[in-house]
């Protein structure tokens, strides 16, 4: 059972048109919500983390919320720049003495001019 | 630069053969993790240490084995390799309470 579920898979965006991505979470006792965005063939680059329901952070063009369902990344008029899979992850609850995340399988962004 | 070193960025190798990657983590950053990355699993979760011992395990398989150096640089060792083994191998490094940073990954191609 996916513990981490992103949607849509895919997302095709014009320049300017804004849109939000959907990471729903099951797992129980949320120790951290994170986002990373991943070029291909690079290595995830960190953006937001998240602790509990009702924060928010944003940085440029993106914001991220968290509720105690899921969480949202809403990009506001995105560029081509920001063409990218965009990653979810948590961190695992059965490895409590460790720290490791459990990925969503992502959200790849094309925005076009 | 999230300033996380791997080596080498490719390696192509035959089945049966052991094969080591290097990683270095960011300045202070005590906490290393391995991750594969593969088209149809994602990014999956490989093993954890923290300022030398292991601390957390994935879904590592027998034929890996990783170690933290006192450097606090680790290394994966892959063997008896399999074509299925073939992937992005990242490593990440943290404080170990909260966010890492990954590396650019070593692309692993099993032939």
Do not use: M
């Amino acid at each position: 059972e996916d513990q981490v579920t992103q949607s849509p898979e895919a997302l095709r965006l014009q320049e300017g048109e804004s849109s939000s991505l959907n990471c729903s979470y099951t797992v129980s006792g949320l120790r951290g919500l994170f986002w990373y965005r991943q070029d291909p063939g690079k290595g995830p680059e960190f953006l937001f983390t998240l602790y509990s329901a009702g924060e928010e952070k944003e940085k440029e063009r993106l914001k991220a919320t968290l509720t105690k369902k899921e969480s949202f990344l809403h990009i506001t008029a995105p560029k081509p720049e920001d063409s990218a899979t965009y990653l979810c992850a948590v961190q695992d609850p059965l490895n409590q003495a460790g720290t490791a995340l459990i990925f969503g399988k992502g959200t790849t962004l094309s925005v076009s001019s | 630069d999230s300033g996380v070193t791997q080596t080498p960025k490719h390696l192509i190798t035959a089945t049966g053969q052991r094969v080591t990657l290097r990683c270095s983590p960011r300045s202070g950053d005590l906490s290393v993790y391995w991750y594969q990355q593969s088209l149809d699993q994602g990014l999956q979760f490989l093993i954890q240490y923290y300022n030398g011992e292991e601390r957390a395990k994935g879904n590592i398989l027998e034929r890996f084995s990783a170690q933290q150096f006192p450097d606090l640089h680790s290394e994966l060792n892959l063997s008896s390799l399999e074509l299925g083994d073939s992937a992005l191998y990242f490593c990440a490094s943290g404080q170990g309470n909260t966010e890492a940073f990954f590396g650019q990954g070593t692309r692993l191609t099993v032939v």
